[in-house]
């Protein structure tokens, strides 16, 4: 019997040797995506459930990558960084530290109340548009209530268990698109109605008011104060912030300050119900900045925002104020289609 076709056995290097520092999968970050999401998937496609990761990276349990998100310690930057070859400037890009109005932000806190707010929303077509799922940086904002992209209204609640996102908590191999605590797939959940005029509402805020123009705005501290108080200015809630309550509820605020039905009629209108349209529309013309200026936006909605239910008009300095509905209209008609029609709805009222 011959040896000459035995298997020839050699020592190669270790294994530990042979392979970088690499988790075996690499995840990339998505457009806008919340660095507390891209854990979870980055866990899951490394096999280890999301509260178990908690571990891996050295910090506390509870909601912990929603912790990531507000502060990125540079320990934990570091070993991400080496485990995934994601560099740092991409790694903070995630997190919520650069450019946002902290007052803005949905608390990490959770009331337990129906209408109390919950630290994050989303779209249920974006997640279902998703190769793979992700959660959006501008869902943890509470001056959000629309998708962008679908113009949809956002969801902060299971539909099926009305629990809130807790992905941190996931002790199973799932992945996060679906509820923790009864597994309902978030993709599916059904589409809430917006009316156009809040949607509008949303959008100026999202577009003429970008959040670092709002930073950078004289009046950016006081747009911040009266998005804050939107719900007493609706007359629906009065002492509580916007920052303490659901989607549904700051949805319904914004739908109670858009209706023109809602708005005394002010003294410079006393004597004009026999306005024409014509007469509105250049009166409007006169006010109405050009969408580049955004600082004069930032006055104007400020100002729109601060007139209360019930009470005259309560611009700060010589202009007459602008009511919401008339800003929205206007900011409607310079927005591309499909805003041009309720421009016209709008100023036809
Ligand atoms: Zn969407
Ligand atoms: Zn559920």
């Known amino acids: 019997m011959t040896t000459a076709h035995a298997p020839v056995v050699s020592i190669r290097e270790r294994y530990r040797d042979a392979v970088s520092d690499r988790w075996p ?6 457009p806008d995506e919340l660095l507390s999401s891209w854990l979870h998937r980055l866990a899951y ?14 910090v506390n349990s509870g909601m912990w990558s929603a912790a990531l998100d507000l502060r990125l310690p540079s320990d934990v930057a570091t070993l991400l960084r080496a485990h995934t070859g994601i560099p740092s400037d991409q790694l903070s890009a995630m997190t919520l530290s650069s450019a946002l109005p902290k007052q803005l932000l949905l608390p990490l806190r959770n009331s337990g109340r129906r209408d109390g707010s919950t630290w994050l929303q989303f779209c249920c077509r974006c997640l279902a548009d998703d190769a793979q799922p992700y959660f959006r940086r501008r869902w943890r904002l509470a001056s959000r209530v629309s998708c962008t992209k679908h113009g949809c209204r956002l969801r902060d609640r299971c539909p099926s268990c009305r629990g809130h996102i807790a992905v941190f908590d996931q002790a199973q191999l799932v992945p996060q698109h679906y509820c923790v605590p009864c597994g309902y797939d978030l993709r599916r959940a059904p589409i809430p109605y917006l009316s156009p005029a809040t949607r509008t509402l949303d959008r100026c805020i999202d577009n003429i008011c970008s959040l670092e123009a709002i930073a950078h705005s004289p ?6 104060r009266r998005l804050l108080r939107m719900p007493s200015a609706s007359g629906y809630y009065s002492t509580r912030l916007l920052t303490s309550l659901s989607t549904a509820a700051r949805t319904h605020c914004a739908e109670r300050l858009n209706l023109p039905s809602e708005w005394p009629v002010d003294g410079a209108e006393d004597g004009a119900e026999d306005d024409d349209e014509e007469r509105k529309a250049r009166r409007l013309l006169r006010l109405i900045p050009p969408p580049s200026d955004r600082h004069a936006w930032i006055e104007l909605l ?12 309560a611009s700060e300095g010589n202009e007459p104020a602008i009511k919401l509905p008339d800003l929205l209209g206007a900011y409607a008609s310079m927005s591309p289609r499909p805003g041009r029609r309720l421009a016209q709805e709008l100023l036809g009222r």
């Open 25 to 30: 999968v690499t995840v990339m970050p998505q």
């Open 45 to 58: 496609a490394n096999g280890v459930a999301p509260r178990a990761f908690a571990r891996v990276l050295g």
């Open 219 to 224: 009046s950016g501290p006081v747009l911040i």
């Open 302 to 313: 400020a100002n729109a925002l601060g007139r209360r239910r019930g009470r005259p008009g």
